[in-house]
């Protein structure tokens, strides 16, 4: 069951008429490296972002296949693809992202993990130049596409998603949601303030008012990807919003021991989290048989 706050900023999100106006990030490419350093300590996994990881990576891994190219799209630290690739050694990873400080330390991460199925490329997630149509297996993105810059950048990016992904590929994009009461965003962006840096907690609450609503996501997929995935939110309310195509494993028996044991080795409270994620998109249609 979900705390109460949460169903009160539920309840809130509901009854609440006009919507708080999108703000773009402070800068939209994290280049900063105090602020860097905040958001990759945060996304370690046994930081305050783990359960949000556990989960994301499960959907990543259920559109995957042994011998895969796959695309993680603003890839930041490499913390989520680090997670995806240990899980799926015999896949080829490309992360791309647009800040060399981001880029920077995910090299650092993925030395530290002795993981070498992931290369990195530098560039823009809306022009992926360096890729041939229809040359890569799987798509991925979580909790990213709120650094474009408007719904143009969005849908030009849904675009290039198109193209660059095979017919039967997979595909996984997932992001906040735009709230409606500036109290709800304040709510989660404080929600976990004494686990984590002020920085972090000021990159979150940055994030929360830069995400696109529900309606950009739903015109730029019906435009591009409906053909090949589903668009799912949170139930009740959008704080995420996510982009699945179906499932492309056969066999997860063993992802889903792998998973359990993941799930026993986080705190109580990362578990009643994943818990509650699981709970609020599972109401919203998004499932996975590895969670």
Known sequence: MPSPAVLLVALREVITRQRAPRRTEPDLIMADPEQVAAYTRAGREDGVMAPVYHFHAAQVCDVIRPGDTVLDLACGPATQLALVARLNPDVRFIGVDL???????????????????????????????????????????????????????????????????????????????????????????????????????????????????????????????????????????????????????????????????????LPPHHRRDLKDLKTFFGLGGLSSPLL
């Open 99 to 265: 800040s060399e400080e981001m880029l920077a330390r995910a090299r650092e991460h993925i030395a530290e993990q002795q993981l070498d199925n992931i290369e990195f490329r530098h560039g823009s997630i809306d022009a992926l130049d360096f890729l041939e149509a229809k040359s890569v297996d799987a798509v991925m993105s979580t909790m990213a596409l709120h650094h474009l810059p408007d719904e143009e950048t969005l849908s030009s990016t849904f675009n290039e998603i198109s193209r660059v992904l095979k017919p039967d590929g997979g595909l996984y994009l997932v992001d906040f949601g735009h709230l409606k009461s500036p109290r709800s965003i304040e709510y989660f962006a404080n929600q976990y303030a004494d686990r984590q840096p002020d920085l972090f907690t000021e990159d979150y609450r940055n994030s929360l008012w830069a995400a696109f609503p529900k309606e950009a996501f739903q015109r730029g997929h019906a435009r591009h990807l409906a053909e090949r995935s589903r668009l799912y939110s949170t139930f009740i309310f959008p704080f995420m919003v996510a982009i699945k195509s179906p499932s492309r494993r056969a066999d997860e028996q063993a992802l889903r021991e792998t998973f359990a044991r993941l799930r026993e080795q």
